[in-house]
């Protein structure tokens, strides 16, 4: 269902990656670890060309562009791709000017021309879901760390993306308030939602995903199932990492 083949992509004279393959199946749930500085970030931008890839291919819901030509990728598929996709950001991005409400009915207003009524359905449904329904007419400041995350994840999915992104979903929050994101995450990920994820979450990477792999240097050093990368790698370096974390 996701298939990125060859992903090369620099910044100025900087490799950031240098040959990536990754193959997702509809459903699953992809973590993607490794050290600061490896191209976690970048290659998970790249799913939603927030980063444009130099070369290589990504095939995503059905569409496939080739990087290696690039002047045949087309704003118009650019866009097109992007709407597949729905991203959490680490620092949550939420629009401060609008409610709750709000923030979750944006996207399907002016990317999927809802009306209004259908959109505050949906955002109300979603907002259930995430357990926030009762704070829908309040405004992002009003909120937790916690709560707003919980907020930019229901924005993500009102969209109805083949995929949802996650950038460090819980890093810049309070140790405190990790927990509540995770559990909304872990039961997306039980529904059936496909889902990329980096995270130094190490014991939610091993509870949630199907699929890790572990970066290094814009490579993919391990790639497995989590008993497999995180229990049994197979390359030294990977072994360090994971001691230097627990
Ligand atoms: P990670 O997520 O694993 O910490 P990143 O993908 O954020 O790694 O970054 C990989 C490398 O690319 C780093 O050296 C970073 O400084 C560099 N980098 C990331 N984004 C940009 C950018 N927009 N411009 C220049 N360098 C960048």
Known sequence: MIEILDLHKSFGALKVLKGINVK????????????SGS?????????????VPDQGSIELGGMKLNFTDSKKISQNNVVTLRQK??????SYNLF????????????????QKRSKVEARKRAMVL???????????????QLSGGQQQRVAI?????????????DEPTSALDPELV???????????????TMVIVTHEMKFAADVADKIILMEDGHILEEGTPVE???HPKSTRARQFLNRLS
């Not at 229901?154 to 996650?166: D, K, Q, T």
């Open 85 to 90: 996709t729905g991203m959490v950001f680490q």
């Open 127 to 141: 907002l259930e879901k995430v357990g926030l329904a009762d704070k829908s007419d309040s405004y992002p400041h």
């Open 154 to 166: 229901a924005r993500a999915m009102a969209v109805e993306p083949e995929v949802l992104l996650f």
């Open 24 to 35: 997702l199946e509809h459903g699953k749930v992809l973590v993607i670890i490794g050290p």
């Open 229 to 231: 990368v995180l229990e």
């Open 179 to 193: 927990g509540e994101v995770l559990k909304v995450m872990k039961q997306l990920a039980a529904e059936g939602m």
């Open 96 to 111: 401060p000017h609008m409610t709750v409400l709000g923030n979750v009915m944006e996207g399907q207003i002016t990317v």
């Open 39 to 51: 191209g976690k970030t970048t290659l998970l931008r790249c799913f939603n060309l927030l980063e």
